[in-house]
């Protein structure tokens, strides 16, 4: 897969924890070597994305919050940040799909007020990650499946123009293959990208999306 379509990847990746790190009030910074923010991001999230390969660790870890809890999302796989206290804390794959028409499915539906976050956010499980602010950024789209009560079963979130990207994808209920479908019916015709491990992986793969190349996220223990 051509290096560029990578890069994409985790140039959108970035931009969408930039967009979460903001909505805690936290302004990073972007350059062409890496997405950071100076202190520590909120749970989950990196505190640095490398935007090519070959990145400088030194430099790139001066630019972050050292110390436990850091982490570093090693966008190409090829930092060896063990010397610097760093452990692997997992390997994952970057994955994309060309523009297509989407699959038989029902699109899912969006998240519009902070009420439907908190329902959202409780169903995914992460809580006060996910507050209202993001739903004021017009390239962050919160995406959700409701049962015939209106509660919750799954949901992700896409973010981005042109390439989009596909994040948090989570079911609570029923076919886990169903949240992508409808992913991919809610946005037809749109290219993709995001990253995905195990078997996450594979049901992206099995909706479509084809693997990139290696990513790998290292933590400060």
Not at 21 to 31: N, P
Not at 43 to 48: C, N, R, S, T, V
Not at 130 to 154: C, K, S, W
Not at 180 to 203: F, H, I, K, N, Q
Request: charged fraction near 20%; include cysteine.
């Amino acid at each position: 897969m051509p290096r560029d379509v990578r890069e994409a990847a985790a140039r959108d990746n970035a931009n969408w924890c930039a967009a979460l790190c903001a909505s805690h009030g936290s302004a990073g910074r972007i350059d062409a070597d890496a997405w950071s923010v100076p202190r520590r991001s909120p749970q989950w999230y990196p505190d640095a994305v490398t935007l090519r390969p070959g990145v400088d660790p030194d430099a790139l870890l001066d630019r972050i919050e050292g110390g436990a809890g850091a982490s570093v999302k090693d966008s190409f796989a090829d930092l060896d940040l063990s010397g610097h206290g760093f452990e692997v804390l997992f390997d994952a794959q970057w994955i994309h799909r060309p523009p297509a028409d989407g699959p038989a499915g029902t699109p899912l539906a969006p998240v519009d007020t902070a009420q439907r976050l908190a329902a959202w956010a409780a169903a995914h499980g992460g809580g006060e990650l996910f507050r209202p602010r993001l739903l004021t950024n017009p390239r962050v789209r919160v995406l959700a499946r409701y049962d015939e009560r209106g509660a919750v079963t799954g949901g992700a979130v896409v973010s981005g123009e042109g390439v989009v990207g596909v994040s948090n994808v989570f079911t609570r209920t029923g076919d886990p293959a169903d949240i992508w479908r409808g992913v991919l019916a809610t946005l037809p015709g749109v290219a993709l990208v995001g990253y995905e491990s195990g078997m996450d992986l594979a049901l992206a793969v099995e909706a479509g999306f084809a693997p990139l190349g290696p990513l790998r996220v290292w933590l400060h223990p």
